[in-house]
């Protein structure tokens, strides 16, 4: 049982795909990192039934109703609860001590895809009895994937994994306090996102919005090239309050990024940084 | 493997995800060899043996560097041998060449052919040689190798891989 070998695109394929987005949608995928594009690329070529990227591009330029699925199928939705569990204990950490004396704290979470870590944090939050501090904006280019985040809610068979990874980071706290079996689905409280509002917004065109204490961006710098991720995180650490957090994923570096050198690590080895002050 | 500071060795296993294990921090140096788990966008530089971190598929870009996705898993695998090598193939690397040993499913069959069409040398174990044949027969099931090998040669062949490119 051998898999289909994926189509083959060509530079110039590629440019004209970019132009296509460019002008048309407004959308620029120039600085993503070609390796994985291309192979995105080929998997909804294949997924389609096109022959090759020419069919694509004529798609794109004449049925814009197909948009917005198209960039729920290029962009890679891949999440979970807890992802890392040893990362969210150290972030649980530092919570209390950093923000327990705020009156208010703006959460920006960046590339949230279908909100199992909006929802790792807003569980976060109401432990430690800092939720209705909180103000919390999602926010990413898939519009599906932010209407499943707004449903909170996951096929079932998710449930063991983000069981397992809750009681990694919150061993006392049980699954069934903030999930539950529904028509088949797993369902999260619906009051774990009383103070989250999702929005649609591409991180790397369109400009920020406020300043915030804590920004997460995990898993979609991997995406960009170096001097795309350089530029994407110099702009999420203009919108960091001095003092505040930054969190990315735990195979991420920030070692082609300048603006970094605003930063201090809190935890190196979890990714988390601290704005100086 | 001797020590080559102008080769770099890319380490593909399929192993159990969520368990953290850093290997390449367990293994650390062997015999020069610097041995590491590769972040997002680091750049490959000879000397190293980089082993592709769990949970990630590990892919190469034509500048010199890795890049990493949380893509879904292919041939039930992530990271999978298949997409690491048709990255290679993708980046026209001049110098590239890859050996498949022992698996449980065909992951990598197809890269290799890949690798194969694109003419890059291809290595496949014995499948009589190896622990858990599937593997290899797959990838021996789509073309012939430029070679075939025990593992205990696993090191001439690199050699010979390496004396086609000097
Ligand atoms: C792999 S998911 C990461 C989800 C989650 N943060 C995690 O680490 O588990 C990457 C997300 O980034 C989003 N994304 C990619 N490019 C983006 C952009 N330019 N602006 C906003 N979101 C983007 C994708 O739609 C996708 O949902």
């Given at each position: 049982m051998l898999f289909e070998a994926l189509p083959e695109i060509s530079e110039k394929e590629l440019e004209h795909f970019f132009q296509i987005m460019l002008t048309k949608y407004g959308e620029d995928f120039?600085?993503?990192?070609?390796?994985?594009?291309?192979?995105?690329?080929?998997?909804?070529?294949?997924?389609?039934?096109l022959p090759n990227m020419q069919t694509l591009n004529q798609r794109l330029l004449?049925?814009?109703?197909?948009?917005?699925?198209?960039?729920?199928?290029?962009?890679?939705?891949?999440?979970?609860?807890?992802?890392?569990?040893?990362?969210?204990?150290?972030?649980?950490?530092?919570?209390?001590?950093?923000?327990?004396?705020?009156?208010?704290?703006?959460?920006?979470?960046?590339?949230?895809?279908?909100?199992?870590?909006?929802?790792?944090?807003?569980?976060?939050?109401?432990?430690?009895?800092?939720?209705?501090?909180?103000?919390?904006?999602?926010?990413?280019?898939d519009r599906s994937a932010l209407e499943q985040a707004q449903k909170a809610t996951y096929p079932l068979r998710h449930r063991e994994l983000y069981e397992k990874n809750l009681k990694a980071v919150l061993p006392n706290v049980p699954f069934s306090k903030y999930a539950w079996e529904e028509q088949g689905n797993l369902v999260f409280s619906p009051s774990l996102l009383r103070g989250v509002r999702f929005l649609r917004h591409n991180v790397v065109t369109e400009s920020t919005f406020g300043k915030f204490e804590i920004i997460l961006c995990r898993n979609l710098l991997i995406y960009l090239t170096p001097s795309l991720q350089d530029q994407v995180v110099t702009k999420l650490?203009?919108?960091?309050?001095?003092?505040?957090?930054?969190?990315?994923?735990t195979k991420e570096s920030l070692f082609w990024c300048q603006a970094a050198q605003q930063l201090i690590p809190l935890n190196e080895v979890e990714r988390i940084y601290q704005k100086k002050p | 493997m001797p020590y080559k500071e102008n080769v770099a060795i890319v380490l593909c296993l399929h192993r159990l995800r969520n368990i953290r294990m850093n290997m390449a921090e367990a293994i650390g140096k062997v015999q020069r060899w610097h041995i590491l788990e590769p972040d997002d966008k680091t750049l490959i530089t000879g000397g190293k043996v980089y082993i592709a971190p769990a949970d990630y598929h590990l892919l190469v870009e034509r500048e010199g560097y890795f890049s990493l996705s949380v893509d879904e898993p292919v041939n039930f695998s992530r990271p999978s041998i298949d997409v690491l090598l048709e990255s290679i193939v993708q980046a026209r690397w001049a110098r590239a060449g890859a050996a498949l040993l022992s698996g449980a499913n065909c992951d990598g069959a197809l890269g290799?052919?890949?690798?194969?069409?694109?003419?890059y040398f291809t290595a496949v174990q014995l499948p009589t040689d190896a622990e858990i044949p599937t593997m290899p027969e797959a990838a021996l099931a789509l073309f012939k190798p430029t070679c075939q090998f025990s593992a205990n040669e696993l090191v001439q062949v690199c050699l010979r891989a390496l004396s086609l490119y000097t």
């Open positions: 120039r600085g993503y990192a070609p390796a994985s594009l291309k192979r995105r690329l080929g998997t909804v070529l294949k997924r389609y039934g004449t049925q814009p109703e197909y948009y917005e699925r198209f960039i729920s199928e290029i962009t890679v939705s891949t999440t979970e609860l807890f992802r890392d569990p040893s990362a969210w204990v150290a972030l649980k950490n530092q919570l209390v001590p950093l923000f327990a004396s705020f009156p208010q704290v703006h959460i920006w979470h960046v590339g949230c895809s279908t909100g199992e870590e909006v929802l790792s944090v807003a569980i976060l939050l109401q432990e430690m009895g800092l939720y209705d501090r909180t103000q919390i904006y999602a926010t990413d280019i650490i203009r919108a960091l309050q001095a003092g505040g957090i930054f969190m990315i994923g | 290799m052919l890949k690798m194969h069409q694109a003419g």
